[in-house]
């Protein structure tokens, strides 16, 4: 996964383009920019773990050093396999897809997800006991005043101001996938928002559950004697709940999210035409061309697939 990126996510069950988004959520977003980012990702995601922590020079060495090692490590083992969903993708791409197939691609993501982020939870359980109580101020500023992003994109303002704001990032993550979208493709968008059940305040209850939890969690760790085992059992049971709610009413408020939003992007990339199909693939392919350059792999010379008349 690359680390730039990882924010992306946050919208990723409402709006997101499913039939790319495997590669919105990997930060794939252009050529060269593609592989400045992920040669750059243990720095960035560095920062964006230090906005939270803010943390001291001894654990600021432990965090880069670990990083780096998960990023060698994805790069031998996750970035091969994102160029074979990139080629899987691509052969979808020229076809009518189903909200079955879309919700696929959603399950294959939240797998590869999981996998790269408990990489990275033995650095937190490492950190864990030294963090002093300014540092855990510090990240319930941070928490706060990301849940006040979140309260005024997607809660404050009229629902028609709401509606707008979710067809916007829905229309720009879709164009830079398909190009500009049809007056037809437009209501697609804005059929799906009208019927969506799609809850501001309950998604952030979530958050800020999470939120506590993981303060919880650090005081805790911060109790001696801790061994480490038991920090990594702790850290990784809070990542566990922070990916799968242990509310049953939520959970299943999100799977019919993702099935809507499944069903939706499945409508809208249907309703395609061959030119925006054709541009759909020539972005895969090169992210894929991306993927194996960064993994160390030849690049594919197959071109790609043009749409024919008879996949619409």
């Known amino acids: 996964m690359s680390f730039s990126k990882q924010s992306n996510l946050r919208f990723f069950f409402q709006s997101a383009p499913i039939i790319g988004v495997l590669v919105t959520s990997l930060a794939l977003g252009g050529c060269s920019a593609v592989r400045l980012g992920y040669s750059n990702g243990p720095t960035l995601t560095y920062w964006w773990l230090d906005s939270y922590f803010d943390f001291d020079d001894t654990q600021s060495l432990r965090v880069r050093e ?52 408990e990489r990275v939870t033995p650095t937190i359980a490492a950190i864990a006991p ?93 109790k001696p004697p801790v061994k480490p085992t038991q920090a990594k059992a702790e850290v990784r049971a809070l990542l566990e709940r922070t990916l799968k709610a242990p509310d049953p009413a939520y959970r299943r408020y999100m799977d019919n999210l993702t099935t809507e939003s499944c069903a939706a992007m499945a409508a809208l990339h249907n309703s395609s035409t061959t030119e925006q199909r054709t541009r759909l693939v020539q972005t895969l392919q090169s992210y894929e061309e991306d993927a194996r350059v960064l993994s160390g792999e030849e690049p594919r010379t197959t071109p790609a697939t043009t749409p024919s008349a008879s996949a619409m």
């Open 66 to 117: 670990d990083l780096q090692a998960v990023q060698d490590w994805h790069r031998k083992q996750e970035l091969p396999l994102l160029a074979h969903k990139l080629r899987d993708l691509q052969a979808m791409a020229p076809k009518a897809v189903t909200a079955e197939q879309v919700c696929g691609v959603v399950a294959d993501l939240q797998t590869r997800l999981q996998v790269t982020l």
């Open 130 to 222: 030294s963090l002093q109580d300014a540092q855990l101020e510090h990240m319930t500023q941070e928490f706060a005043r990301r849940d006040r992003t979140w309260r005024e994109q997607w809660i404050d303002g009229t629902l028609t101001e709401r509606r707008q704001r979710r067809a916007k990032q829905i229309v720009e993550r879709a164009e830079s996938f398909y190009g500009t979208l049809e007056a037809a493709q437009l209501a697609i968008v804005r059929d799906h928002i009208s019927k969506s059940s799609f809850d501001g305040p309950l998604q952030l209850r979530e958050m800020q559950r999470r939120h506590e939890d993981a303060l919880q969690v650090l005081r805790e760790l911060r």
